[in-house]
């Protein structure tokens, strides 16, 4: 027995100190040399204050500025804790809704989200929340869906706001991976530098 036992946790303590503590410590050091920024949360700052960070979507609802996503987050509910609430943006608690698209529910979210812009046909990405719950990026159409609006609540000029919009569109990683987006913390700390 003791022929079979010895070699066994002796490839287990190596393997887990390869792939349990040298991997990780290797990768953090090299993550923080090369991409400091990326590795510590692509944290944003205005005026020496933390306002967010590049990765997570943020709750604006004011008609000044551009409007995430829809977030499903949610949280457990404090009066009952084998219920959860919305909590738009809970990093803590990422997840879809889950809701198909045969959901009464779904439908009914949509035709409200809709509604509250008031015209024709939207980005989906304005009415539908995203998987992760979390997404800090809009398409470009739907940025610029909401360019009146705040050019109106703001007295600046719309040509003004969608030359800022077309300004602040990331392109496709490595120019084939994903769609082209906006970051809305990224453009609304801009529309913030905007004098009417």
């Known amino acids: 027995m003791n022929t079979y036992l010895r070699p066994a946790l002796s490839i287990l303590l ?7 503590v040298a991997y990780p410590f290797a990768m953090t050091g090299l ?11 692509s944290l944003i700052e205005r005026d020496g204050k933390l306002v967010g960070s590049a990765l997570i979507g943020q709750n604006f609802v004011s008609e000044r500025y551009f409007h995430s996503r829809p977030s499903a987050t949610s949280t457990a509910d404090p009066v009952d804790a084998t219920k ?5 943006y809970n990093a803590a608690s990422s997840s879809g809704s889950n809701l198909g698209s045969s ?20 980005p989906a990405d304005l009415v539908t929340a995203s998987g992760s719950g979390l997404d800090p990026h809009l398409s ?8 009146t609006r ?10 003004a706001l969608q ?3 077309e300004g602040h569109i990331e392109g496709r990683e490595l120019g084939v991976i994903g769609q082209p987006r906006v970051n809305i913390l990224v453009l609304n700390l801009a529309l913030d530098k905007i004098k009417p």
């Open 84 to 88: 959860t609430i919305d909590a738009p």
């Open 103 to 122: 959901s009464k529910a779904l439908k009914d979210a949509i035709v409200e989200r809709a509604a509250a812009y008031g015209q024709g046909p939207l």
């Open 163 to 165: 030359r800022m919009v």
């Open 14 to 20: 190596l393997l887990t100190l390869i792939t349990g």
């Open 140 to 147: 470009p159409a739907a940025a610029l869906v909401q360019v």
């Open 150 to 159: 705040i050019a109106k609540s703001r007295g600046i000029p719309v040509d």
């Open 31 to 41: 993550a923080q040399m090369l991409f400091p920024h990326a590795a510590n949360g």
